[in-house]
């Protein structure tokens, strides 16, 4: 940039410390589109975001397991109350997804997963 450009611009650049007007606060919460689907996020910190429903599964019953995710039981990702959360293992969660997923209802989603433990559980046996 020239020399006038540089001094041209001074007024309008940002200041060390200071903070665009639309900067959120730590506990916003946003909507944010994940390949299609509306995810809702709250601000732990600058910079850090995180998934609300498993910031509101963590509040409720304790840390989430490792291989394991929060899902939601209507089907509605905006939907982070309680009574709507569920977590589920990656392993389960791909058989269901294989079967149809969200688009199945939440009863026949937990008995594809439970037939899915069933069978491992077999499976083991048979292999000892």
């Not at 304790?62 to 394991?68: A, S």
């Given at each position: 940039?020239?020399?006038?450009?540089?001094?041209?611009?001074?007024?309008?650049?940002?200041?060390?410390?200071?903070?665009?007007?639309?900067?959120?606060?730590?506990?916003?919460?946003?909507?944010?589109?994940?390949?299609?689907?509306?995810?809702?996020?709250?601000?732990?910190?600058?910079?850090k975001?995180?998934?609300?429903?498993?910031?509101?599964?963590?509040?409720?019953?304790?840390?989430?397991p490792?291989?394991?995710?929060?899902?939601?039981?209507?089907?509605?990702?905006?939907?982070?109350?309680?009574?709507?959360?569920?977590?589920?293992?990656?392993?389960?969660?791909?058989?269901?997804?294989?079967?149809?997923?969200?688009?199945?209802?939440?009863?026949?989603?937990?008995?594809?997963?439970?037939?899915?433990?069933?069978?491992?559980?077999?499976?083991?046996?048979?292999?000892?």
């Amino acid at each position: 940039m020239s020399a006038a450009g540089i001094e041209r611009t001074k007024r309008t650049r940002f200041r060390k410390g200071h903070d665009p007007h639309n900067t959120l606060f730590d506990g916003a919460v946003t909507i944010r589109n994940d390949d299609g689907r509306m995810y809702l996020f709250i601000r732990k910190a600058e910079g850090k975001w995180e998934l609300l429903s498993r910031v509101v599964w963590r509040e409720l019953y304790g840390d989430i397991p490792p291989g394991y995710n929060v899902q939601f039981k209507d089907g509605n990702s905006l939907n982070c109350e309680p009574d709507n959360l569920y977590i589920i293992s990656k392993s389960n969660q791909a058989v269901v997804n294989k079967k149809g997923g969200n688009a199945l209802p939440f009863e026949l989603r937990q008995a594809i997963e439970l037939t899915h433990q069933l069978k491992q559980k077999i499976d083991e046996k048979q292999d000892n």
